[in-house]
T-cell receptor, first 112, second 114 residues
Framework: RKEVEQDPGPFNVPEGATVAFNCTYS??????FFWYRQDCRKEPKLLMS???SGNEDGRFTAQLNRASQYISLLIRDSKLSDSATYLC?????????????FGRGTQLTVWP | DAGITQSPRHKVTETGTPVTLRCHQT?????MYWYRQDPGHGLRLIHY???????DKGEVSDGYSVSRSKTEDFLLTLESATSSQTSVYFC?????????????FGPGTRLTVL
């Protein structure tokens, strides 16, 4: 079983829609999580961090459910520029060297 | 954006030749990482470094070696390139291992091994 599992999508939504991605993780000891955004042929870039039950930044909301071991990312009022692949990331709590586990990514396309 | 550069950005080489990729940072971060990204696999850790001359293997280290002689530079070497090493290679850096810190990525190197 992979450390982090994501629905690969693709998700195709119209502008203005609300879309949610889920991610499950296997290490129950993990305390912090991250969502990265990766544009086509570009490097991953940090989008949001999640340390407690959730985090909100403008149109983006990340939530953490420790009991069920999943993280979600909600995007409201989708923009064309939100089209990208979204990576769910969990630290390896068994590692003392900052190792991160990356999901394979969920692809989002927002159409006009 | 974090000050991370990678060179070369693109490279085509032949099977059996040695290849060295360079990652350079201007952030003075202690931790540096090399990943490869392939369709269907996501990002996989090759090697990492936790200080000058301190390195260790990641999950896909076979066929790769690394060196870090200065804080700012982390080199990845393919001793004898194979077609299975065709991939996009990303370098990442991290300031600390605190829960609030994560990794920042360089622009990547696209390597094709013919």
């Amino acid at each position: 079983r992979k450390e982090v599992e994501q629905d690969p999508g693709p998700f195709n939504v119209p502008e203005g829609a609300t879309v949610a991605f889920n991610c499950t993780y296997s290490n129950s000891a993990s305390q912090s999580f991250f969502w990265y955004r990766q544009d086509c042929r570009k490097e991953p870039k940090l989008l949001m961090s999640v340390y407690s039950s959730g985090n909100e930044d403008g149109r983006f909301t990340a939530q953490l459910n420790r009991a069920s071991q999943y993280i979600s990312l909600l995007i409201r009022d989708s923009k064309l520029s939100d089209s990208a692949t979204y990576l769910c990331v969990a630290p390896d709590r068994g590692s003392t060297l900052g190792r991160l586990y990356f999901g394979r990514g969920t692809q989002l396309t927002v159409w006009p | 954006d974090a000050g991370i550069t990678q060179s070369p950005r693109h490279k085509v080489t032949e099977t059996g030749t040695p290849v060295t990729l360079r990652c350079h940072q201007t952030e003075n971060h202690r931790y540096m990482y090399w990943y490869r990204q392939d369709p269907g696999h996501g990002l996989r850790l090759i090697h990492y470094s936790y200080g000058v001359k301190d390195t260790d293997k990641g999950e896909v280290s076979d066929g790769y070696s690394v060196s870090r002689s200065k804080t700012e530079d982390f080199l990845l070497t393919l001793e004898s390139a194979t077609s299975s090493q065709t991939s996009v290679y990303f370098c990442a850096i991290s300031e600390s291992l605190a829960l609030t810190d994560t990794q920042y990525f360089g622009p990547g190197t696209r390597l094709t091994v013919l």
